[in-house]
């Protein structure tokens, strides 16, 4: 018996199991019939369940390492009809080329976000490059049009991140322009042998904060311009206005609400705005832009 016609690949435990859950639920509001599977179950496959299945593959380095066999994991995925790079994070990253660069024969590439990073990628690929927006998905509808429980949220703003010299900059400017200080900040400081942050707050517990706050902050944590759609998202559905720190995209003119040059300045929108307004445009932002699924559909006949 053949598998589903289409597939997604993760690893076991570690790599962007965020992405893979997010995936799994566009392409089924889409109703696509998707099964996701980890690289151990791919690399147990009979050769001939896969020669009809298009594959998406999430995390493609921690894919091989955890297979439990990379030679045979490989050819496995070689028999796919077709291999697809989910992909987020911008394109000049380490982890961006990596993942270019891993063994697998790729036909095309998705790339979730909130704007196109074409050009930059033909730059370093010439791989297939299709754009899919980070859109909403039908768990997530009704999306309120008011910002929920307002008398309860008694945190004025949020700093969650990695202890880099950028939010230690972000957390002093907070201060020094005396944003409300009953904010919640926890910067957290990476672990030895390890490029990211250990997570000291979890899914739930950062949910748990976000729905008492009104503004969830965060600067730019590299060179280059990039907007994290995830970090968009997560406060939003939370009734938390997200708000990016972050000078280049402002001077480029990124058409996402709530990207500010300074603190100084997002604090005048604050004050001007108010909460609530700030929050309707966030939301009329995301709902405007299209189910996930219907971009991920789009995408997938493109390949």
């Known amino acids: 018996m ?3 016609t289409l597939a997604i690949v993760r690893p076991p435990i570690t790599g962007d199991q965020d992405l893979t859950s ?5 392409f089924r509001d889409a109703s696509h019939s998707v099964t996701v599977y980890s690289s151990p179950e791919v690399r147990a496959l009979a050769p001939e369940d896969l020669s009809n299945t298009t594959l998406v593959v999430a995390s493609p380095k921690q894919c091989i390492e955890a ?30 080329l990596a993942r270019l660069r891993r063994g697998i024969y790729f036909d095309a590439l998705f790339d979730l976000g909130f704007a196109s990073q074409k050009d930059s990628h033909s730059e370093v690929s010439d791989l297939p490059y299709h754009f899919v ?51 919640f900040c926890l910067l957290q400081a990476r672990m030895k042998n390890t490029t990211q942050p250990e997570s000291v707050l979890g899914g739930a517990q950062l949910s748990a904060i976000l729905w008492k706050a009104r503004y969830y902050l965060w600067g730019a944590e590299r060179d280059g311009m990039y907007y994290e759609s995830f970090r968009f998202i997560v406060p939003l559905l939370a009734g938390t ?6 000078p280049a995209l402002t001077a480029a003119g990124f058409d996402v ?4 040059a300074s603190v100084s300045d997002f604090d005048t929108e604050a ?3 108010g909460y609530s307004g700030m929050y309707r445009r966030a939301r009329d932002f995301y709902v405007s832009r299209g189910r996930l699924g219907d971009h991920l559909s789009g995408a997938l006949r493109l390949v």
Do not use: M
Not at 22 to 26: D, Y
């Open 67 to 96: 297979s439990g066999d990379e030679p045979v994991f490989l050819s496995k995925v070689a028999r796919a009809r077709k291999r697809i790079l989910a992909s987020v994070g911008p394109v000049h990253s380490p982890g961006y």
């Open 271 to 273: 004050r001007d705005i």
């Open 22 to 26: 997010r995936l799994s639920r566009g």
């Open 133 to 183: 927006f980070n859109g909403l998905t039908r768990e997530e509808e009704p999306l309120a049009k008011e910002p929920s429980n307002q008398a309860e949220r008694t945190i004025p703003w949020v700093l969650v991140g990695p202890r880099s010299d950028r939010n230690r900059d972000l957390l002093g400017a907070l201060l020094e322009h005396q944003i409300d200080p009953g904010g």
């Open 2 to 4: 053949q598998i589903q």
């Open 257 to 260: 609400p709530g990207v500010y």
């Open 241 to 246: 206005v997200p708000c990016k720190i972050d």
